[in-house]
Each structure stands twice: as structure tokens, then as C-alpha cells.
């Protein structure tokens, strides 16, 4: 069982940034893949970015050049740096660990995932 925190959401201005953190606790975290994934409101939840075991990255197109996903493996923490953010950013954003490397974008093979944290951008 892994257990997963977000941390870091709140509201910030269109073109602000804002740091989230996800800490992991169960299990050997250097085992897992980690994501970030989001859902606002009507929509369904979708990829953000994710990061494998040996640190090899991947961005959905709508925040590529905007968003920075990292780990520190020392910390069983995952981050997501987002700079330049819109309104369309707007959602709940969730961490969330699988075993494997293949495909990181597919979140139904992602086992674990945290409650979430709401990230808000005003215009």
C-alpha cells in the first residue's frame, strides 16, 4: 500500500506560478512511477505529467514548456512546478504511483492515488 499527499494548491493571478508536492509514504518510493493528473469542474480527469523511476519524464501538450515535474527520491517526494499559469489550469490536481514504465500517461495503471488539492487561476 502506498499512500499518497498533495500539497501547494490555492489561488494565484493569471501568469503566476505555484509549486505542488506530493509525499509518498508506504513503500519503497524509488520503486514507482509517479503522475500528476487533473480534473476541472465538467470535465474528466486527465494527464498532466509524470515521471518514471529512473527520472525520465512526460508532459501533456497543454503544459509542455509551462510545467516541470521532478522527484527527490531522498524525500519520497514528487513535485509540479507550474509557472505562466491560466485560467484553464483550473482543477483539482492528484498525484498518483504505479509500477512500471510503459505509457506513463494512462491513468488506469496508476494504483494509488491522493485526495487531491485544488489549484485555482483568476484572470
Known amino acids: 500500500q502506498v499512500q499518497l499527499v498533495e500539497s501547494g494548491g490555492g489561488l494565484v493571478q493569471a501568469g503566476g506560478s505555484l509549486r505542488l508536492s506530493c509525499a509518498a509514504s508506504g513503500r519503497t518510493f524509488t520503486n514507482y512511477a509517479m503522475g500528476w493528473f487533473r480534473q476541472a469542474p465538467g470535465k474528466e480527469r486527465e494527464f498532466v505529467a509524470a515521471?518514471?523511476?529512473?527520472?525520465?519524464?512526460n508532459y501533456a501538450d497543454s503544459v509542455k514548456g509551462r510545467f516541470t515535474i521532478s522527484r527527490d527520491n531522498a524525500k519520497n517526494t514528487v513535485y509540479l512546478q507550474m509557472n505562466s499559469l491560466k485560467p484553464e489550469d483550473t482543477a483539482v490536481y492528484s498525484c498518483?504511483?504505479?509500477?512500471?514504465?510503459?505509457?506513463?500517461?494512462?491513468?488506469?495503471?496508476?494504483?494509488?492515488w491522493g485526495q487531491g488539492t485544488q489549484v485555482t487561476v483568476s484572470s
Open positions: 498518483a504511483s504505479r509500477a512500471g514504465f510503459i505509457n506513463l500517461r494512462v491513468q488506469g495503471d496508476y494504483a494509488y
Open positions: 515521471i518514471s523511476r529512473s527520472g525520465g519524464t
